[in-house]
Structure formats: structure tokens, C-alpha cells
């Protein structure tokens, strides 16, 4: 029997999908009195019977907790819980641990700053079975303080990252690095589809795509400093070369079924710098 730690904060668990479950026994494991709340109440009856306390409300659920987990599946749902909180939360600290946006990371955290409570949003980089491990990851921004203040509970789940006092901006970092896998992943679709269209073998090509990915990766502190200090040095071209192969691009991905990957803005974007005399920088120039 795990004996409860009377020194660590009350916590609620708002939500016990597969999260919010894997962070209830994670916390039940480590001592904590854990009062959990799920809109289907039958849902928690494996956590309470596994040591959980039921509250029949959002506001019973909150009213004991000094640290209030919303593991819930969207911003509504976030939304729904927290229209139900009248009361002042002064001293306590609500984490949204939801998938949302940074517009609905802003809204929520404006909606708990209301109640005169502290808040963190939470970007989950790990699957439920990780949560617990070494191989997890959580984003937060908002309260500094609270992350602060709540940080050895934080460590129990994940390697907590404090990613800036911007309440949206685990949420950019999280979506962004989602966007950096789709825009690689959706890269190299396009091409393999492209050489397979034109009768070359994948395989063979693939290795040439590996060593072409690997040069976007080893040129990231590069582009890092470059952009740090708003320098855009022309590298292997400049913009006027960039110019001509993105037209060609275009030109190969005009009607293909992944689209064309935004490209036409990309060139708009080149063709307005060349104009301004900036043809001889390099890429970096169009996000300066």
C-alpha cells in the first residue's frame, strides 16, 4: 500500500480518458491524494477503485485541489468545466492538458486569470504508457511561478520543459513540431510520388532523398544563428537561383494529389524580396 504524502499538493484529475488515467496512477503511485472527476462517472470507477477519490462535480472536484489537471480531450470540453467555476481560486493552478490551439491556450488561460487562479498549458510530447518515463516529454507556458511551484509534481509525469510565460506558446511549440513532421513527411510523398510517375524506382531514388533530408538537418544551427542574427548569407544560392527551381516545382506539382506544397506563396515571397534588391541572400531571408 503506497502511503499518502501529506506534504505534496491535493491534485484533481478533470477527465480520465487515457491521459488522464495514466496521470492519476502516476500520482497515485507516487503518494498523492488524487480526487477524480469524468463527465461518464462510471468511467472512473477503475481509478477510484485502484485509490482515487469520485467527486460528483467539477466544483467538488476543485474545491479540495490545489493543483487541477483538465486531461481532457479539446478546448470545449476545457470550456465546459470552467464555465462550472464561479468561485475564487486563488492558490490554485489549473493545467490544461488538452490538444488545442495557441488562440484556445489564450482564451483559457484569460478564463482562469478571471478566477484568480494560476495557469499552465501543457504540451503533451509522449502516448499515455509513457507518461511516467524518461521517454516523456511535457511543454508548459503560462504562470512561471506555478511551474515553479509545482515542478516536483511536474517531474512525476515527464521531463517538464518550461517553454515561456506566453500562455500559447507550448501549444505553438507543439503544433509547430507537429507541422515539422508533416511538411518533411509531405515532402518526401511528393517526390517519391513524383519519380514513381515518371518510371524511376523509389528505392533507388530514396537513398538519394535520405542524403537530401540529411542536409536540411545538418544545416540547422546554421540557420538557427542566421536567423538569430538576422543574416541571410546566400550559402549554396541565392534567391534569384531559389527562384528558378521553386518555378520548376511548381511546375511539376501542378495538379498532383498532395498539392503543391504552398510553393506559389513561397515564390510571391522570393519575387518581392529579388525586388527589393535582396536577390543575392540566401532562403533565410523569407521568414526575416
Known amino acids: 500500500m503506497v502511503e499518502v504524502d501529506k506534504s505534496a499538493p491535493r491534485v484533481a ?3 480520465t480518458g ?3 488515467s495514466a496521470v492519476v496512477h502516476r500520482l497515485l503511485r507516487g503518494g498523492y491524494d488524487v480526487t477524480v ?5 462510471s ?3 477503475e481509478l477510484v477503485a485502484a485509490g482515487a ?3 460528483r462535480s467539477v466544483r467538488e472536484a476543485v474545491s479540495s485541489s490545489t493543483l487541477i489537471f483538465l486531461t481532457l480531450k479539446d478546448y470545449a470540453a476545457v470550456e465546459q468545466c470552467l464555465t462550472q467555476l464561479d468561485r475564487d481560486l486563488s492558490g490554485q493552478t489549473i493545467v490544461g492538458m488538452y490538444t488545442g490551439t495557441p488562440g484556445e491556450a ?3 488561460a484569460q478564463r482562469v486569470t478571471r478566477l484568480e487562479a494560476q495557469y499552465l498549458d501543457a504540451g503533451i510530447q509522449a502516448s499515455p504508457e509513457m507518461i511516467g518515463t524518461d521517454a516523456a516529454t511535457i511543454l508548459y507556458s503560462g504562470s512561471r511561478h506555478a511551474f515553479e511551484q509545482h515542478r516536483t509534481t511536474l517531474e512525476l509525469l515527464s521531463r517538464p520543459r518550461f517553454v515561456g510565460e506566453a500562455p500559447e506558446a507550448a501549444a505553438v511549440w507543439d503544433l509547430a513540431l507537429f507541422g515539422l513532421w508533416y511538411d518533411a513527411q509531405l515532402g518526401l510523398l511528393r517526390a517519391l510520388d513524383a519519380a514513381r510517375d515518371a518510371g524511376i524506382d523509389v528505392l533507388d531514388f530514396s537513398h538519394t532523398a535520405s542524403t537530401q533530408l540529411g542536409h536540411v538537418v545538418a544545416g540547422l544551427s546554421a540557420t538557427v544563428s542566421e536567423m538569430e542574427r538576422a543574416t541571410c548569407p546566400p550559402g549554396p544560392a541565392d534567391l534569384t537561383e531559389h527562384l528558378t527551381v521553386v518555378r520548376h516545382l511548381i511546375d511539376l506539382r501542378v495538379g498532383r494529389r498532395l498539392g503543391d506544397g504552398g510553393l506559389p506563396e513561397v515564390a510571391a515571397r522570393i519575387e518581392a524580396l529579388i525586388a527589393d534588391g535582396r536577390g543575392g541572400e540566401g532562403l533565410t531571408a523569407t521568414v526575416g
Not at 472527476?37 to 462517472?41: A, C, G
Open 13 to 15: 484529475i478533470l477527465g
Open 18 to 20: 487515457a491521459i488522464g
Open 37 to 41: 472527476w469524468n463527465r461518464t462517472e
Open 43 to 45: 468511467r472512473a470507477t
Open 53 to 55: 477519490l469520485p467527486a
Open 106 to 108: 489564450w482564451s483559457a
